[in-house]
């Protein structure tokens, strides 16, 4: 099994910044790739942002600029710098991690961006 536990949510002003992390450990094959997912209340869960086991990156249009995901392959970590942020922002923020024998997801951890 594969267990995914984030940390770095919290409660910010708009404009501020927060960093989130996100470890994987258990039974860990072939990572396909590692990001972040959000819900907001009364909303579907979105990608926000992931990166592939080669580097490559993709992002929500709402966060294009203002954010940034990073893996560190080495401690199958994955990381969101948060810079800007917005009150819309705010949401649980899912860790995923994608291998060949499907998604797993983290407990989530809350932001939230006051105005």
């Known amino acids: 099994q594969v267990q995914l536990v984030e940390s770095g949510g919290g409660l910010v002003q708009a404009g501020g910044s927060l960093r989130l992390s996100c470890a994987a450990s258990g039974s860990i094959f072939s990572i396909n790739a590692m990001g972040w997912y959000r819900q907001a209340p009364g909303k579907q869960r979105e990608l926000v942002a992931r990166v592939t086991r080669y580097g490559s990156t993709n992002y929500a249009d709402s966060v294009k600029g203002r954010f940034t995901v990073s893996r560190d392959n080495a401690k199958n970590t994955v990381y969101l710098q948060m810079n800007s942020l917005k009150p819309e922002d705010t949401a649980v923020y899912y860790c995923?991690?994608?291998?060949?024998?499907?998604?797993?997801w983290g407990q989530g951890t809350q932001v939230t961006v006051s105005s």
């Open positions: 995923n991690l994608d291998e060949f024998r499907g998604s797993f």
